[in-house]
């Protein structure tokens, strides 16, 4: 993949969460993009998945918002179904977002994680059915405490975000812990997801669910990443 220049770095503090999260953003070559894509795990998007050079290529004219996961601990608190962080994404800083960026259509904002930043990103949505209208779900990690996020899913009203579901036909790993917490995966990345995709499904929700060849691989999330944006109307 190309290589593109350093991102613009701020920081963004909410006022009623205090959770406070480095961003970096991409602006689009328009000056007035009315679409935006807000990225979860920006360090793993940026520097793995190179989203940069993929939406250049696919978005040129959406303006994209990548934040900071604040490292490995943070993310296993955050990422996990955690009401006060999708409280962060979507009540502060997406409205901080969309008033700096006036043009912005409210209606075409993006919401795209990976792992379990993908987990994060369904739960956004699910929570706040009005903000997103696309939510992009990379190899999400929908096995977390024996798939509890989709057993939990209930009937959607009417406007909701449309979901894109990824994942890997070699994401087979089951009964092992990961780092740093000892979160404990009793089921496949790929029999969650297909669990999650029914009862999504089941709940009113438009789902598009793609199994790509390969595992849990940034290079496959940035040829999945070549799809999904297009799908989510951010191009």
């Known amino acids: 993949m190309p290589t593109h220049e350093p991102l613009p770095e701020n920081t963004f503090c909410g006022i009623t969460t ?8 991409h602006p689009a070559l328009t000056t007035s993009p009315d679409t935006a894509v807000i990225f979860l795990d920006a360090e ?10 993929v939406m250049q290529k696919e978005c040129p004219h959406a ?19 955690n009401p006060t962080y999708a409280q962060f994404i979507a009540e502060e800083l997406l ?8 043009t912005l259509d409210a209606s075409r904002i993006v919401l795209a994680g990976l792992s379990l930043s993908g987990l994060a990103a369904a739960d956004i949505a699910l929570r706040y059915p009005d903000r997103f209208s696309h939510v992009i779900c990379q190899s ?4 977390w405490e024996n ?20 994942v890997g036909d070699q994401e087979t790993q089951t009964g092992v812990s990961h780092p740093p917490t000892g979160l404990r995966q009793n089921s496949t990345q790929i029999e ?5 995709r029914e009862a999504l499904i089941q709940a009113g929700c438009t789902v598009s669910f793609r199994t790509y060849h390969g595992g849990h691989d940034p290079a496959c999330w940035r040829t999945d990443l070549e799809l999904a944006l297009p799908w989510s109307g951010s191009h």
């Open 95 to 102: 409205p901080w977002v969309l008033l700096q960026h006036t």
């Open 63 to 81: 303006l994209s918002v990548y934040v900071s996961n604040n490292g490995a601990a943070a993310r296993h608190a955050d990422y996990t179904c």
């Open 44 to 53: 793993l998007y940026i520097d793995r998945v190179h989203a940069p050079a």
């Open 18 to 25: 205090s959770i406070e999260r480095r961003f970096w953003t």
């Open 192 to 196: 969650a997801c297909e669990h999650t």
């Open 140 to 143: 999400p990690s929908f096995w």
């Open 147 to 166: 798939e509890r996020f989709r057993k939990q899913i209930s009937p959607r009203p009417q406007k909701h975000s449309a979901f894109w579901i990824c």
